[in-house]
């Protein structure tokens, strides 16, 4: 069963960090392109960050540019979203998908997905 989840969430101050992993199970990530989505309560869900399999070329949301780093470790299966100088707009259930592709876009593409998990970014 290909299964995706998301650790790492959780509550933290205005201008901290966090690291959020996605394992994955079931398969290897190796060919997969990864993005990683959020949304927030009342809104859409948005395109945070994605990598590409083919030559792990990465891309950010205007928002999260500087502030956050997405990367993979294909020995580990799993993908981590550094996160970095956060800011309250940054509160929402981050998810981890994965799309069998060289390529990674900002989109609504993906066929696996995560149960997401939650940032809260608070004083």
């Known amino acids: 069963q290909l299964q995706l989840v998301e650790s790492g969430g959780g509550l933290v101050q205005p201008g901290g960090s966090l690291r959020l992993s996605c394992a994955a199970s079931?398969?290897?990530?190796?060919?997969?392109?990864i993005g990683w989505f959020r949304q927030a309560p009342g809104k859409e869900r948005e395109g945070v960050s994605c990598i590409s399999s083919s030559d792990g070329s990465t891309y950010y949301a205007d928002s999260v540019k500087g502030r956050f780093t997405i990367s993979r470790d294909n020995a580990k299966n799993t993908v981590y979203l550094q996160m970095n100088s956060l800011k309250p707009e940054d509160t929402a259930v981050y998810y981890c998908a994965a799309e069998w592709s060289p390529v990674c876009v900002l989109a609504d593409v993906y066929g696996y997905w995560g149960q997401g998990i939650q940032v809260t970014v608070s004083s």
């Open positions: 079931g398969f290897t990530l190796d060919y997969y392109a």
